[in-house]
C-alpha cells in the first residue's frame, strides 16, 4: 500500500481538499483528511505539492517500431514520466504503419516491454485497410491524415472518406488539412526556402476545407468524430457554429502560446503540421477552449533530430516533442491567471478519458486507477535541453521559466518518477477503451 501524505488534491467537483490518498494493488481505495499508516509499505509527504490525475496525452508520435534514432517506446514513456503524463494515444505513422492488426501487437507487445506509462494506439486509414480498420482491437479509434500525409496513410478525397465514415462506430480522429490545396501550394511556393512559408503554404484555408469535410461526414453518419490539433481561429470559429455533441476538438500547447513569430528565432524547429499560426490565432484559440468548444489538449509529440531540422526548408521534417513540458506549460499559464488548474486538469486528464471513453481513469476518487502526479505550484524552473528525456534532445520551449513541474508521477500505484529520479522497472499497461 501507498500512502500520499497532505497533498493538495484536487477533487472530481474540481475542488481542493488537503488530505491523505490511500492506494492499493494499483487503485485509489481511500482519501480523507488522515489515514493510518498502518500496513503501509510506502509513504510519500506530500506537504505543499499539489496532486493531480496524471496526464493522458491522446496524440503522440513515439516513433517505435522504424524510427528510433528520433525516439523509442522507453526513451518517449521516461519523458511522459518526467511531464506528468501517465498515458498516452500513439499515432499510426511508425514504420511498417500501424494499419493491420499484426502492426497494431507488434506495437503492443513492445510496449508492454519498455513503457514506463500506459498505453493506446490508434490504426491508421488508408483507401484500401477498411476490413482492418472494422475488426483491428484494442484501439483507441481510427486516425485519418486528410492531409499532411504518411506515403500510403493519406485519404483525402470524400469519396474514400466516405466508406471509413459510413462503416463501423469507432472513433475516427482526424489530421485535417486538405492535401490538394497544400500540393497545389507546395508548386506555387517552391524556390522559397524560408521556413516561414510553411504556415503560407498549409494555410488556414487548407485546415478549414478539411475540418468542415470531416464535419460533414460525421453528421451524415452520426459518426463519432475527434479533431486532432486544431489549429486556427476559423475552424475554432465554425465549430463554435456547428458542433454536435458527438464531436471533440483539441489543441496543442504549441498552438495556444507559439505562433508564426516563432520562426525568426527557431527556424525549422517551428515548423510542424498543422503549422503555428498567426499571434491572432492563438487568442481565440484560447477562447475556444475556455468556452468548451475545444475539448482537450494534446502534444502532437512529434521528435525529429536537430540534424533531421537542420537540412534546410522544405527538406526539413515537420513536428516537435512536447510530453515532458506540456503539464508545466499549462499550469504556469494557470498559476499566471489565464484559466484555472482545475480546467488544465480537465483538458489534459478528465476529459481526455470520457472522450475516448478510458474507463477509471482522469480522477482522483476511490475505485479509479492510482495514476497521478505531484506537482509543485510554487517553484519556477527553467526548460533546460540538458535536462530533456525525449532522444531527439530539444524542445521549442527551452529557457521558457515555468511552475508546475512533477515532482513525483505515479503510474498503477507504482511511483516511476521521483524528484529526478526514475524507477525504470515499472510497466505501464494497454488502455482499454469502452464501446
Ligand atoms: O508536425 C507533425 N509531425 N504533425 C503530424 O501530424 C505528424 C508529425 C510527425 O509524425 O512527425
Known amino acids: 500500500m501507498l500512502l500520499i501524505r497532505q497533498s493538495r488534491i484536487l477533487l472530481p467537483d474540481r475542488e481542493f481538499f488537503i488530505g491523505d490518498v490511500l492506494i492499493e494493488a494499483g ?6 483528511s488522515e489515514i493510518s499508516d498502518a500496513d503501509v509499505s510506502t509513504i510519500i509527504d506530500a506537504t505543499g505539492l499539489t496532486l493531480l490525475p496524471g496526464a493522458i496525452d491522446p496524440q503522440v508520435h ?8 528520433k525516439e523509442d517506446l522507453y526513451t518517449a514513456s521516461r519523458a511522459c514520466a518526467k511531464g506528468g503524463v501517465t498515458s498516452f494515444l500513439e499515432m499510426p505513422n511508425t514504420r511498417p504503419l500501424t494499419t493491420t492488426q499484426a502492426a497494431l501487437d507488434d506495437k503492443l507487445q513492445r510496449a508492454a516491454q519498455k513503457c514506463l506509462v500506459n498505453y493506446g494506439f490508434f490504426i491508421g486509414a488508408t483507401p484500401e485497410n477498411l476490413p482492418d480498420l472494422l475488426t483491428a482491437t484494442p484501439t483507441c479509434g481510427t486516425k485519418i491524415f486528410m492531409g499532411s500525409m504518411h506515403g500510403p496513410l493519406l485519404v483525402s478525397v470524400e469519396e474514400q472518406l466516405e466508406p471509413i465514415f459510413a462503416k463501423g462506430k469507432r472513433l475516427i480522429a482526424v489530421h485535417a488539412e486538405d492535401q490538394q490545396r497544400i500540393s497545389d501550394r507546395k508548386k506555387q511556393f517552391a524556390s522559397i526556402t524560408d ?4 504556415s503560407q503554404i498549409q494555410d488556414e484555408q487548407a485546415a478549414l476545407n478539411a475540418t468542415k469535410l470531416a464535419l460533414k461526414l460525421s453528421k451524415k453518419y452520426r459518426r463519432r468524430l475527434h479533431i486532432l490539433h486544431l489549429s486556427t481561429g476559423i475552424e475554432a470559429e465554425f465549430l463554435r457554429e456547428d458542433k454536435p455533441s458527438w464531436v471533440t476538438a483539441e489543441v496543442t500547447p504549441q498552438h495556444l502560446l507559439l505562433n508564426t513569430e516563432a520562426y525568426a528565432k527557431m527556424g525549422t524547429l517551428a515548423q510542424m503540421n498543422p503549422p503555428l499560426r498567426s499571434p491572432e490565432n492563438n487568442d481565440i484559440l484560447w477562447k475556444a477552449l475556455l468556452d468548451g468548444v475545444i475539448d482537450f489538449i494534446a502534444t502532437d ?5 536537430l540534424e533531421e531540422k537542420a537540412q534546410g526548408y522544405p527538406n526539413t521534417p515537420s513536428g516537435m516533442p512536447g510530453v515532458e513540458t506540456s503539464l508545466p506549460l499549462m499550469l504556469t499559464q494557470a498559476m499566471q491567471g489565464r484559466c ?9 486528464s478528465g476529459a481526455v478519458a470520457k472522450g475516448y471513453k478510458i474507463p477509471n481513469k482522469g480522477a482522483i476518487a476511490p475505485g479509479y486507477d492510482a495514476d497521478l502526479v505531484l506537482v509543485d505550484l ?13 532522444k531527439c534532445g530539444w524542445s521549442p520551449f527551452e529557457g521558457w521559466n515555468l511552475t508546475g513541474w512533477p515532482v ?12 529526478g529520479k526514475f524507477n525504470t522497472e515499472v510497466r505501464g499497461k494497454a488502455l482499454s477503451f469502452e464501446e
Do not use: C
Open 340 to 348: 484555472s488548474v482545475a480546467q488544465v486538469s480537465n483538458w489534459m
Open 378 to 390: 510554487d517553484a519556477y524552473r527553467p526548460v533546460l535541453r540538458e535536462e530533456l528525456q525525449t
Open 195 to 198: 521556413p516561414a512559408i510553411h
Open 27 to 32: 487503485k485509489i481505495v481511500r482519501i480523507a
Open 301 to 305: 509529440h512529434a521528435p525529429h533530430t
Open 62 to 69: 513515439f516513433r517505435e517500431p522504424g524510427l528510433e534514432h
Open 408 to 419: 513525483v508521477t505515479i503510474v498503477g500505484g507504482q511511483v516511476v518518477y521521483d524528484r
